[in-house]
C-alpha cells in the first residue's frame, strides 16, 4: 500500500514539474517583446501579416567566433532603421542609421557579445543585463562598452589619435597620459615597463574570478563587487578601497596602504579612466581572428586605423 501511495505521489510531483515546464517555456518573456516586436513591425510596413510572424530563438553564431548570441531574440530591431524611435528592446542600435560606425560592423559577422561580453546565450533579462554573479566577462553597456573597441583596434592607443565614436575611452587615455599612470603600472601599449605598481597591460582580459581573488572587495560602497566596480571605487578614493593592514600583530601579515595617489577625480573622470584600463588587452586572451581586424598602417609605434 505504501508503495502505491509514494508511486502516486511522486507521479503527482513529476506532472506539475512537467507542467510547469510547459507553462514557462509558453510563458517565456522573449515572446512577449518578440510578439511586441512584430506588431510594431507590421504597423510601420502596413502590413498586418507580420504581426503573426512565429516566434522563435533568434541566434548569430560565426565559427570564426565561436560565440552564440540571442540578444537579438529580443533586441529585434538593432539593424531596422525604422525603429531608431522605439524603447528597448525594441529600438535600432545607436549609430547604425545614416551609415554610422555599427553599420561598419555587420551584426551576422560580430554579433553582439564580442563588444558587449555577458552571455550570448542567455533569453531573460535577469540572466544578461545586470551584474549576473557566474560570469567570466559582465556585460559592458554605456560607456563602458567603448573599452570592447580596442579587441580590434589597437590603434587606439595612439596618443594623437581621437575617436569621437568613443569619446569617453578617448577622454581616460588622455588622462592616462597626463596622471603619467605608466610612471608606476606598467602600460604595454604606452611602451611602459615598470614595477613600483600592478601591471596593467592585461586587466580588461581578466575575468572576474582571476580578478577577484587577488583584489579586496570589502571596501567597496556598492554591493556589486565585480571588476569596473572596484576599479571605479580605487579611482575615486585609492587608500579607502586599498587601505592595507600595517598594524597587523604578526609582522608578516602587515600591509602598506597603495601608493595609488587620490586624484580628486570627478565621476566622469573615474568612469573614462575604468574604461580606458578594461580597454588593455591581450590579443592572445582575446583571439579576435586576423580577418576581423581592420587594415592598419604603422604609426609612431602604433596600429592606425585606414578607412
Not at 533586441?75 to 545614416?98: L, R
Not at 551609415?99 to 533579462?125: L, Y
Request: aromatic residues 10%; hydrophobic residues 35%; contains cysteine.
Amino acid at each position: 500500500m505504501k508503495k502505491h501511495i509514494m508511486f502516486a505521489a511522486l507521479s503527482v510531483i513529476i506532472f506539475l514539474e512537467l507542467g510547469m515546464f510547459v507553462y514557462r517555456e509558453y510563458s517565456a518573456e522573449w515572446k512577449t517583446y518578440q510578439a511586441t516586436y512584430y506588431e510594431k513591425l507590421a504597423e510601420k510596413m502596413n502590413d498586418p501579416k507580420l504581426a503573426g510572424s512565429p516566434l522563435r530563438v533568434n541566434q548569430i553564431w560565426d565559427k570564426n567566433l565561436n560565440r552564440p548570441d540571442r540578444c537579438v531574440t529580443c533586441h529585434a530591431g538593432i539593424a531596422n532603421p525604422a525603429f531608431e524611435n522605439e524603447p528597448q528592446p525594441y529600438t535600432t542600435h545607436p549609430d547604425f542609421k545614416d551609415e554610422g560606425f555599427i553599420s561598419k560592423h555587420s551584426f551576422e559577422k560580430f554579433g553582439c557579445t564580442i563588444c558587449h561580453e555577458g552571455d550570448g546565450q542567455a533569453v531573460t533579462v535577469a540572466a544578461t543585463h545586470g551584474v549576473v554573479r557566474h560570469l567570466d566577462r559582465q556585460l559592458l553597456s554605456a560607456p563602458y562598452v567603448q573599452a570592447a573597441c580596442t579587441k580590434c583596434h589597437y590603434e587606439l592607443y595612439s596618443r594623437d589619435l581621437y575617436w569621437p565614436e568613443a569619446d569617453v575611452l578617448m577622454k581616460g587615455k588622455q588622462l592616462a597620459y597626463e596622471l603619467g599612470c605608466g610612471a608606476c603600472h606598467a602600460i604595454r601599449q604606452f611602451g611602459t615597463d615598470p614595477t613600483a605598481a600592478p601591471d596593467i597591460s592585461n586587466l580588461g582580459s581578466k575575468t572576474e574570478l582571476a580578478f577577484s581573488l587577488v583584489h579586496d572587495f570589502s571596501q567597496l560602497e556598492s554591493e556589486d563587487h565585480i571588476t569596473r566596480v572596484w576599479e571605479w571605487e580605487h579611482f575615486k578614493n585609492p587608500r579607502k578601497i586599498v587601505p592595507g593592514n600595517p598594524d597587523a600583530p604578526n609582522p608578516r601579515d602587515r600591509t602598506s596602504p597603495t601608493i595609488m595617489p587620490d586624484w580628486d577625480l570627478t565621476d566622469e573622470e573615474a568612469t573614462a579612466l575604468t574604461v580606458f584600463v578594461l580597454s588593455l588587452r591581450d590579443p592572445q586572451v582575446e583571439n579576435v581572428p586576423r580577418s576581423y581586424l581592420p587594415k592598419v598602417d604603422g604609426h609612431d609605434g602604433f596600429l592606425q586605423y585606414r578607412e
